[in-house]
């Protein structure tokens, strides 16, 4: 077997995201470890593939990797007359519920985490105000500074799903004792990104066609005809790249990556790739809604269930966290929007610009609170019931 | 030691700062709406009910620059045709053509479908005063018109009055002048009186070989030639 770069390296690299730290040591033993490992995975092939829940497999699978959203549009993309539809009448109240919601999760995560105040002060403290400073500026100029921000946030978007489903996957990996070499996590990286690259090169108004306003783009047949090419193969790489990954790391790793990373690299690029880009905007953010909360109620019940002199059920953390992100979400897309018309700006400005500022924020608190250093509190529910290596 | 208090005081403050605008935002934004409204703001809440009151109250610069604005913004796309088409009307009513011209054009992009759409965008190339509009498109008009017409089975005088202006307007007064013969039949017929009278004005220009060039018309109004009812 050949020695894998994990063990040349001995350590893990850090991401921005989801960082396990960039400690975690390799257990030392060169290849006979390895072989030791991959026979005990084989023993237990169908526990590694299931890989190690948060919750339990049918909820970590259905919610947490998106395998909702893909049952979902079976029964919906088919027949989109069917009963299963949303409905216009529904799709607010839905949309509240499951995206309002996530985004307002964040935000009631970021305060309701241990330590979140001493540690990101910055975000914490000053960040709701930088916020409110730049989108009332932006408010002020909406018909000049308005579309770059809507652009901002709707370019922003697929690289935020494609990296929670990379944070995810890493995750589920560590969490299920599936060590990744730097190699595999980088293609892992690559990817997950995929998605995002699709969209960033071929969307109108985001992405290239957003940083390309003279439309130099567009007066060049020969780069549309490349993007047209880059947009057909890009999915199919997407297959190939997975298929590969998986493989490497079974035979490298000594054990397989979960299924569930797998599925959720899957559900991301179902959302992008097979939808249209209007669909796919809805669904992504509905089912990355729904995949967010999931998570997030599953840390801040941990967080919330380890607190010294804590008397309340998980059930209670639970409904108090959801019920908080639901007044929020309610409060910052409904609420927040009426302010903005009664100081006098347009409901044009005052409803978009605000959708596209809570995004922003959103995409920005994420970035910092998901962090998995060895300090950080989120480190001890990630090895909380962890999967040895062997 | 110093700046680190000094940073914390300022993070201390910028917080508290932050956080009561917003609670004190969350709660003008809610009971405005509760005051003038007589409920909680509605979940889902779009700018379209801005635009709509916008419209109620005749603040029409205010709503061309909303319309203009949501077309930069709105990147979804689910509300172009609607923003293209309230735009084009909006600027054809302040005897803008030529800048309503490109919207209503778009709009018929979006949905060649809409008659009513087909319609204004043919009956604004026809009678648009402006001498700088080229012959292609007067030509144009003929063509969406002639569309619009069909869909009806030629059975609507309003859009028949327009396939009679689309004519005049390319020199073609003998077909302008049995189109509009036609429509004032149908406009007769259906006791269309308003719509009846102008035919027979335009009539009288056709027959003299005189296109139709008209006036602006206030906005939200049924144009001239009734064709937005009975579609």
Known sequence: ?390 | MYQVSLKDCLYKTAFVVGIAIFFLAFTLGFFRSIILHAHIPPVGVTYRAGIDSLKEQRKHNALASQLRLALDLDLDRSDQFNLHYELGMLLDSQGKQMEAIPHLHRSVQLNSDHIEALNHLAWTLATCPDPELHRSLRLQAVELARRASKRLANKHPGVLDTLAAAHAAVGQYELAVTTAESALKLAARQQADPLAEEIRARLQLYKASKPFYREPQPFGKDRPNGANSNQ
């Open chain 1, 1 to 390: 077997m050949k020695s894998s770069t994990i063990e040349r390296d001995g350590k893990f690299e850090s991401d921005s995201r989801f960082d396990l730290g960039g400690e975690f040591k390799f257990p030392k033993g060169g290849n006979a470890r390895i072989d030791l490992m991959a026979k005990s995975a084989l023993r237990n092939l169908p526990a590694s593939l299931l890989g190690q829940s948060f919750v339990h497999p049918i909820f970590d699978y259905m919610l947490i990797g998106g395998g909702l959203s893909l049952v979902v549009g079976a029964c919906v993309l088919p027949n989109p007359g069917a009963a299963l539809t949303f409905s216009a009448a529904s799709l607010p109240y839905i949309i509240l519920l499951s995206n309002s919601a996530h985004f307002a999760a964040s935000t009631v995560r970021l305060y309701t985490k241990p330590g979140a105040f001493h540690s990101l002060p910055f975000v914490t403290m000053a960040l709701p105000l930088v916020s409110l400073v730049l989108l009332t500026t932006c408010m002020r100029f909406a018909g000049t500074l308005g579309p770059h921000l809507t652009s901002l946030y709707l370019t922003w978007s697929p690289y935020h799903y494609a990296a929670q489903a990379y944070g995810l996957a890493v995750m589920y990996c560590y969490r299920s004792g599936c060590l990744l070499s730097a190699g595999n996590k980088k293609l892992l990286w690559w990817m997950s990104m995929l998605p995002f690259f699709y969209v960033f090169a071929t969307g109108s108004n985001v992405g290239l066609h957003w940083i390309d306003m003279a439309g130099w783009l567009d007066d060049r047949p020969s780069i549309d005809a490349f993007l047209k090419t880059f947009q057909f193969a890009l999915p199919l790489v997407g297959i190939a790249g997975t298929v590969y990954l998986w493989r490497n790391i079974s035979l490298h790793q000594g054990r397989p990556m979960p299924l569930i990373s797998v599925l959720l690299l899957i559900t991301n690029a179902v959302w992008w790739f097979i939808l249209r880009p209007g669909n796919a905007f809805v669904w992504a953010t509905i089912f990355h809604g729904i995949q967010y909360l999931a998570i997030v109620v599953f840390f801040h019940v941990k967080d919330q269930m380890g607190r010294p002199n804590q008397r309340h059920s998980a059930t209670y953390h639970v409904l108090w966290f959801y019920g908080a992100c639901v007044v929020l979400g309610y409060a910052l897309f409904n609420c927040f929007p009426q302010a903005y018309v009664l100081a006098g700006f347009g409901p044009v400005e005052s409803v978009l610009l605000v959708v596209a500022a809570i995004n922003i924020h959103h995409f920005f608190v994420d970035a910092y609170i998901w962090r998995l250093k060895r300090a950080d509190a989120n480190r001890a529910i990630v090895d909380t019931g962890a999967t040895a290596p062997l």
